[in-house]
């Protein structure tokens, strides 16, 4: 009888020690994970209001945050013309800093550099710029602006997860079948998607006659739109709010016309025809939603 009480007594011993043990174990586990969780897991977006006035970029970011921390941070960068992204273009030798700079290695290569100190100091804001144009000495190997870069993933986590968008990231062109009988154009678009998302589509056309291209000859006053009409502004500046409304709305098809035409009362101060643009990138983006 004593040893069977003594043996209960062993086993009760053993099984508050063991409980006591693994309670200790997972306040421990729950104590390390939830003070160092500094943002919330998902995928943050962000990117430049306009494209830039002089070289025609603008720039983007995507960062990955999982289990809290910053586990991958993609800088990127689309041009009003549309064609490919900053990195493919850097990557493929297009963009050129190198052969066309005293840069000592390519734009995506130092964009990398910046990446890396992002995920090293877990912070946006930890970084010093060595001028007003955001160069900075604290990244070993980098002699670009990087202010975009961390100004955008501040900006991004400081918003909620707002993931992907709906396409397929890449480049798409369409073009019209022919030249316009009437006005001997043919309009093409270049659309280029980053993260999902919609982050430039030019639209411009070709002379059956040859010679610069639309947005040129607008830009320069050939095209005469102003001069030979009663057109408010330029032919490539309308071409634009018709571009700005499909980055915002993501959708060719969000847009009604107010004659057969291809005219729009939907966006203020266009009086071009636009449903050669929004037809040419659904065309262009037909196949390229995930």
Known sequence: MKKLVLLLAIVFLLTAITGTLVGCNKATEADSTAPDAKYADGVYFAQEDDFNVDNGWKYMVTITVTDGKITEAIWNGANQAGGNDKITQSTDGSYGMVAYSDAQSEWHE????????????????????????????????????????????????????????????????????????????????????????????????????????????????????????????????????????????????????????GHTDALTGVSIHVSSFFELVAEALAGATK
């Not at 396409?167 to 009437?182: I, L, P, R």
């Not at 982050?199 to 002379?207: E, L």
């Not at 010679?211 to 739109?225: A, E, F, L, N």
């Not at 993501?250 to 004659?259: A, F, G, K």
């Open 110 to 261: 130092q964009a990398i550099l910046a990446q890396d100190h992002l995920l090293a100091t877990q912070e946006p804001t930890d970084i010093t710029y060595s001028d007003d144009e955001g160069h900075t000495d604290a990244i070993t190997g980098v002699s670009i602006h990087v202010r975009e870069f961390f100004g955008l993933a501040e900006k991004a986590l400081a918003a909620d997860p707002n993931g992907y968008g709906t396409y397929t990231d890449g480049t798409y062109t369409a073009e019209k079948a022919s030249f316009s009988e009437t006005s001997g154009w043919k309009e093409n678009v270049s659309v280029t998607v980053i993260s999902g998302r919609i982050v430039a589509a030019g639209w411009n056309g070709v002379h059956k006659d040859g010679g610069d291209d639309k947005v040129t000859q607008s830009m320069d006053g050939r095209y005469g739109m102003v001069a030979y009409s009663d057109a408010q502004s330029e032919w490539h500046e309308q071409s634009v709010i018709a571009q700005n409304h499909l980055l915002m709305t993501q959708d060719p098809t969000d847009i009604t016309y107010s004659d057969d035409e």
